[in-house]
């Protein structure tokens, strides 16, 4: 097995804890592929958990084209840059709106790009020292299949593998399950068909995907649900899906979640006390 995972077994998280320990549940939302959705779910998931009650923090991991905050209408403000240079803590960058937390990345920082710091290290840093503080801890996680990437996807507890019904995300997605296991020894996913078209498209690929990296790999693979594609401009559907009003998408999209949550044996409900759940609000701690 390769030396970063065995790295990250020197930190497993998966020892003793005492009954009262709290345990947040950490996923990765990944794929391999760009532009398959990961960023719309990822921030549309953490909303979602943070509306059910958990405390959910979401971290943008695409370090240098960050598109969280984008997607949500806030400023950009590459606040990561002063948590890489020690200038800024973690809940000095963190925008917060009730029980929703984001942690966005950068865009197009020198700081970033210049960086000798490993971005993978910083983040399961950045897990370790405040996942008493959350039930959920989600990772929007960049595309390909780096090292960096990879590691985060390991590190988390669940991995939701988006792929859409096209050959290269299909592919793709393949792609990053076995690296994920010849390298981590990673032996389980889940699995979202994203923009699918029909039933029979969503079914096609569900088997393909599912039963190629059983046969082939030897993972098994739970399959999470499908989002349809949805008609409109790509800025329109995240305006659409991202917006708290009860649709017949957000409806499916909570259903898909509460039988995750509850296969998964989601944490305990503790909402932050007295938190705003009407604006983002940051630096307010
Ligand atoms: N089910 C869908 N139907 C229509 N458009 C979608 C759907 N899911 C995502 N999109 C759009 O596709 C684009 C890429 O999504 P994004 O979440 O940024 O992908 P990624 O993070 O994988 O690169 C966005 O503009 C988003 O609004
Ligand atoms: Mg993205």
């Known amino acids: 097995m390769h030396k970063t995972s065995e790295w990250l077994q020197s930190f497993s998280s998966t020892g003793p804890r005492s009954d009262d320990a709290r345990v947040c549940t950490k996923i990765s939302v990944t794929g391999g592929k760009g532009g398959v959705g990961k960023t719309s779910i990822a921030l549309k998931a953490a909303q979602e958990l943070a509306a059910a009650g958990h405390r959910t923090l979401l971290i943008d991991c695409d370090s240098n084209l960050s598109n969280t905050a984008i997607k949500l209408g806030l400023p950009l403000e590459n606040k990561f840059e002063k948590i890489l240079s020690g200038e800024a803590a ?39 020292s405040h996942e008493t503080e959350y039930d959920f801890i989600l990772l929007d996680c960049p595309a390909g299949v780096s090292r960096e990437a990879l590691t985060l996807n390991a590190y988390c507890d669940h991995r939701w593998i988006v792929v859409t019904p096209d050959k290269s995300s299909i592919t793709d997605s393949y792609s990053l399950v076995k690296l994920l296991a010849t390298r981590f020894g990673i032996t389980e996913n889940h699995l979202l068909v994203n923009m699918y078209q029909t039933e029979k498209q969503f079914q096609k ?49 909570v259903k898909l979640l509460t039988g995750f949550t509850e296969k998964a044996g989601g944490p305990r409900t503790t909402p932050f006390p007295g938190a705003d759940l009407r604006t983002y609000e940051h630096d307010a701690h």
């Open 90 to 128: 973690f809940e000095d960058c963190l925008q917060r709106r009730g029980n929703f937390h984001l942690l966005p990345a950068c865009n197009g920082s020198d700081a970033v790009f210049e960086s000798r710091l490993n971005f993978d290290e910083i983040i399961v840093d950045i897990i370790r």
């Open 205 to 253: 690929v569900v088997l393909t995907l599912s039963e190629t990296i059983e046969n082939f790999l030897g993972v098994r693979t739970q399959i999470l649900g499908g989002i349809q594609r949805f008609n409109v401009s790509a800025e329109s559907f995240d305006t659409f899906f991202l917006s708290e009003g009860s649709n017949e998408f957000n409806r499916n999209f």
